[in-house]
């Protein structure tokens, strides 16, 4: 199965921004459906956004709507999240997964990355 690696997570005060990216190990990336998900302290996980293989539709947790935005780029075998206006409860890991297209199965994780907002 396809390896993930998440990188760009750090230190942000509230209202600013982070962009996170996903890099995966090989080409069959193009035909997994990524999503993001994060966890905070004490909390279960939960899903933050996911697009389709072929970039064609992306879905959000309502929590991020509006500020965060999910992207792919194929040829670079990558998947990004791009956080603006961050706020205190954005404060988690957040992981990477790559799921069989169409089927919401998530098959592969990254390691994660953690993300801290600052009030």
């Known amino acids: 199965q396809v390896q993930l690696v998440e990188s760009g997570g750090g230190l942000v005060q509230a209202g600013g921004s982070l962009r996170l990216s996903c890099a995966a190990s090989d080409p069959t990336f193009r035909t997994y459906d990524m999503g993001w998900f994060r966890q905070a302290p004490g909390k279960e996980r939960e899903f933050v956004a996911a697009?389709?293989?072929?970039?064609?539709?992306?879905v959000y947790a309502d929590s991020v709507k509006g500020r965060f935005t999910i992207s792919r780029d194929n040829a670079k075998n990558t998947v990004y999240l791009q956080m603006n206006s961050l706020k205190p409860e954005d404060t988690a890991v957040y992981y990477c997964?790559?799921?069989?297209?169409?089927?919401?199965?998530?098959?592969?994780w990254g390691q994660g990355t953690q993300v801290t907002v600052s009030s």
């Open positions: 997964a790559a799921g069989r297209a169409g089927s919401n199965e998530y098959v592969s």
């Open positions: 697009i389709r293989w072929s970039g064609s539709r992306t």
